[in-house]
T-cell receptor, first 113, second 117 residues
Framework: GDSVTQMEGPVTLSEEAFLTINCTYT??????LFWYVQYPGEGLQLLLK?????DKGSNKGFEATYRKETTSFHLEKGSVQVSDSAVYFC????????????FGPGTRLSVLP | DTGVSQNPRHKITKRGQNVTFRCDPI?????LYWYRQTLGQGPEFLTY????????KSRLLSDRFSAERPKGSFSTLEIQRTEQGDSAMYLC???????????????FGPGTRLTVL
């Protein structure tokens, strides 16, 4: 079945550092790919998405490019802020599975001032 | 607030008791999903509804679990004879499915945290 693998955390960075969180996937169909963020005490929020190969999703300074050849969707941000501290989930939605999501295990990011 | 709401936010129960959670989706959304999230893991799909029809159930949804969406609006998830392994965060999400192969964004509620003692 479909699956998502993320780099293990926690990731600790200083403010203004460059962020990369790796995500790779396995899917039988042509999934859409997502990054969700969960801030402390809050529900999951969609951060960005890409629905086909070579699409780039971007939001709040975060970017991720749908790479079909490497089955990857790595999350990047050029300069993180303390307020970016959260858990980040990579996910896919496969039409073959009724559009329910398959999530990765999450990567906790802590940004220090 | 017009987001997805879930009640209760927290539930503590003793092993063997039954519990029921409620989810109110965004009002115009026709799809509703239930997920379970354990500590340190990503959410795992349990089941989803399109209007009042339950279209898919995960193998994670044992016979002790039942979900309903009787009028195609709110949904309930009931767990009978709870076990300690049921302790988790139960998430609800909703989306507006327009048909075809278009992607439908899912909006998540804050979750109900269940603790089984």
């Amino acid at each position: 079945g479909d699956s998502v693998t993320q780099m293990e955390g926690p990731v600790t960075l200083s403010e203004e550092a460059f962020l990369t969180i790796n995500c790779t996937y396995t899917a039988t169909g042509y999934p859409s790919l997502f990054w969700y963020v969960q801030y402390p005490g809050e529900g999951l929020q969609l951060l960005l998405k890409a629905t086909k190969a070579d699409d780039k999703g971007s939001n709040k300074g975060f970017e991720a490019t749908y790479r079909k050849e490497t089955t990857s969707f790595h999350l990047e941000k050029g300069s993180v802020q303390v307020s970016d501290s959260a858990v980040y989930f990579c996910a896919l939605s496969d039409q073959n599975y009724g559009q329910n999501f398959v999530f990765g295990p999450g990567t906790r990011l802590s940004v220090l001032p | 607030d017009t987001g997805v709401s879930q009640n209760p936010r927290h539930k503590i129960t003793k092993r063997g008791q039954n519990v029921t959670f409620r989810c109110d989706p965004i009002s115009e959304h026709n799809r509703l999903y239930w997920y379970r999230q354990t500590l340190g893991q990503g959410p795992e799909f349990l089941t989803y509804f399109q209007n009042e029809a339950q279209l898919e159930k995960s193998r994670l949804l044992s016979d002790r679990f039942s979900a309903e969406r009787p009028k195609g609006s709110f949904s309930t998830l009931e767990i009978q004879r709870t076990e300690q392994g049921d302790s988790a965060m139960y998430l609800c999400a909703s989306s507006l499915a327009l048909g075809g192969n278009s992607y439908n964004e899912q909006f998540f509620g804050p979750g109900t945290r269940l603790t089984v003692l």
